[in-house]
């Protein structure tokens, strides 16, 4: 399942595409909306992705102004408020035609400086550096996920696709981040993964042979290890108590440890 960063950039674009078409036809009052996050609509959603696909923009093709702007970002750590007005208080001024156009700009100026990326480039971030193709791949998972909170809200649709490929990885490979995160020591228990793709492929991950496991749905997976969904409104079968906490704790972004919403 190893992919070049080229492949990953695609897919980001392909992400971005599919929530645009999901959300285009949206009328105003819709866009006003509450999300699952508190405090944002959904025109709070997307104004967070083209804040974040311009900074992301400002990573490859101008580390120092990234920097400048991390550094103003970072005064305001502490205050969510303030944090929410730094980062979304241009675009909740705008018209949900005109955000969703700056989106779009923003989103082509990010494609554009990803083209600069090689495997082996090293990108400046709000953390340490990260590779380009984890970075890319961060970019998309955002999309995806804060995208889940506009559907979720605005009742639309979205297709499922193995796009979700780059989630799952990112869910995997960040198992023993999300107890680093929380303070905590990852449990040395091997834990199995057999998920089924929207396509209808097997993805699987670890020893088979382990004797705890999850197995079911690629998407749903996706949805626990973003916080969209407790793992108990899945129906991810989890076999193992490691198993299980790794479900409870999990969390594929950046940022101070936090709980998904709580089981319906």
């Keep these: 399942m190893s992919v070049g960063v080229a ?22 009052e819709t866009w006003s909306k509450p999300t699952a996050s508190p405090r944002w609509s959904i025109a709070d959603q997307i104004g967070h992705l083209a804040y974040f696909d311009h900074t992301a ?25 303030a944090v929410d007005e730094f980062t979304l208080g241009a675009f909740r001024h705008m018209s949900p035609t005109t955000l969703l ?27 340490p550096s990260m590779g380009a193709k984890s970075f890319l791949t961060a970019r998309l ?16 649709q979205r297709p499922s696709t ?21 303070g905590l020591e990852a449990p040395d228990v091997p834990v199995f993964l057999k998920l089924r793709s929207p396509s209808g492929a097997e993805w699987v991950f670890g020893d088979d042979t382990a004797s705890e496991s999850i197995v079911g749905p690629a998407e749903d997976f996706c949805m ?12 991810l079968t989890v076999s193992g108590e490691a198993a299980r906490d790794w479900m409870l704790k999990a969390q594929v972004f950046a940022g101070p440890p936090m709980n998904g919403p709580p089981a319906s």
């Design 7 to 28: 492949k990953v950039a695609a897919d980001l674009v392909a992400e971005q595409d599919a929530l645009d078409a999901a959300i285009s036809g949206l009328d105003d």
């Design 57 to 81: 923009t400002l990573a490859i093709a101008d580390p120092d102004g990234f920097r400048s702007e991390m550094t103003r970002l970072l005064e305001h750590f502490g205050d969510d408020r």
């Design 101 to 127: 156009t700056r989106w779009r700009t923003n989103r082509d100026t990010l494609a554009a400086a990803a083209t600069s990326l090689d495997d082996d480039t090293r990108v400046v971030w709000y953390g």
């Design 141 to 156: 998972m955002e999309c995806w996920a804060h995208g889940q909170d506009v559907i979720d809200a605005a009742g639309v």
């Design 162 to 182: 193995d796009r979700l490929a780059h989630i799952v990885r990112l869910g995997v490979i960040t198992r023993g981040w999300s107890y680093t995160n929380r």
């Design 224 to 235: 626990v290890v973003t916080q969209r969904r407790h793992v108990d409104d899945t129906v």
